[in-house]
């Protein structure tokens, strides 16, 4: 059984940041690559940013604002998340695609989500 789980978020004022932390555990075999995905109101979820082997890829709407880190091997990712917007209010998810021991082939893991909140 493979979990993911997040931490980090809260509620912010315009201009302010936040730090997202996100932990794979479980019987893992080998992690691919690792993410942050947020999903507000009434929108699709959408891509935030990612992480492969030290490569990363942001959305453009964070892009200069936001950065990625983590480490594969440990199966940690974190989000730095500065000069926040009211738009960047969502609930951010941690993904993992990963596979895990036993198994044959990939899989993309969830995290539970945590609220980000921004205020003008």
């Known amino acids: 059984q493979v979990q993911l789980v997040e931490s980090g978020g809260g509620l912010v004022q315009a201009g302010g940041s936040l730090r997202l932390s996100c932990a794979a555990s479980g019987r893992i075999f080998s992690t691919y690559a690792m993410g942050w995905y947020r999903q507000a109101p009434g929108k699709q979820r959408e891509l935030v940013a990612a992480?492969?082997?030290?490569?990363?890829n942001y959305a453009t709407s964070v892009k200069g604002r936001f950065t990625i880190s983590g480490d594969n091997a440990k199966n940690t990712v974190y989000l730095q998340m500065n000069s926040l917007k009211p738009e960047d209010t969502a609930v951010y998810y941690c993904n993992a695609d990963l596979r895990a021991w036993g198994s044959s082939i990939r899989n993309y893991y969830w995290g539970q989500g945590t609220q980000v909140t921004v205020s003008s």
């Open positions: 992480i492969t082997n030290g490569k990363t």
